[in-house]
Structure formats: structure tokens, C-alpha cells
Nanobody, 117 residues
Framework: QVQLAESGGGLVQPGGSLRLSCTAS????????MGWYRQAPGKQRELVAA???????NYADSVKGRFTISRDNAKNSVSLQMNSLKPEDTAVYYC???????????WGQGTQVTVSS
């Protein structure tokens, strides 16, 4: 069984930075895409950023220029560098792995990111 484990969440002031990491364990498949999704209070889960094996990236408009996604294919890991954080970035962030396409069946447990003064 494949498990995705996120880390790096926490409380940060507006304008601050956090780096989220996600590492797969168990019987690791080859993911075509890995990504980060978030769910804020009262809202649906939404794409933050995703990256394919080839390195193609897909960012939400709200995070372009502030967040950077990267992955290590050999380690089946993905990271999200978040800079210039805003209160509206507050959400639970989930790691996702997709065997095919951009969104797959593999999800992490989520890590809380809170941006507040």
C-alpha cells in the first residue's frame, strides 16, 4: 500500500514562507503527476500546484509567482515552497499522486497551514 505523508505546515505571519514536503512510502508506483491541493474553511478542495514527470507545471492563478513546486522522481517526493503567504492561503494542504493524468487516487493526510498575525 502506498502512503503519502506531508510535513512542513504550521502557523506563519502574512508575508512569511513555508516549505511543504510530501514523501511516498510502501509499494511506490511511478506517478505521472504529483501535486498539492488545499481546502479552506467553507470551500471545496482546489488545485494549488502540480508537476508532471516531464516537469510541466500547473499553478492556480492565486499562487503564481509566490509558490514553486518541485519533485524528485527517484524518491517519489514533491515539495511546495510557499513565499509571500497571505491569509487567504490558510487551508489544509493535501499531497496527491496520479498514476495517470493530473489528479490521482493517492492522497496524503493533509497538513494545516495558517497565515495570520
Amino acid at each position: 500500500q502506498v502512503q503519502l505523508a506531508e510535513s512542513g505546515g504550521g502557523l506563519v505571519q502574512p508575508g512569511g514562507s513555508l516549505r511543504l514536503s510530501c514523501t511516498a512510502s510502501g509499494s511506490i508506483p511511478s506517478f505521472y503527476a504529483m501535486g498539492w491541493y488545499r481546502q479552506a474553511p467553507g470551500k471545496q478542495r482546489e488545485l494549488v500546484a502540480a508537476i508532471s514527470m516531464e516537469g510541466f507545471t500547473n499553478y492556480a492563478d492565486s499562487v503564481k509567482g509566490r509558490f514553486t513546486i518541485s519533485r524528485d522522481n527517484a524518491k517519489n517526493s514533491v515539495s511546495l515552497q510557499m513565499n509571500s503567504l497571505k491569509p487567504e492561503d490558510t487551508a489544509v494542504y493535501y499531497c496527491n499522486g496520479a498514476r495517470w493524468g493530473w489528479v490521482g487516487d493517492y492522497w496524503g493526510q493533509g497538513t494545516q497551514v495558517t497565515v495570520s498575525s
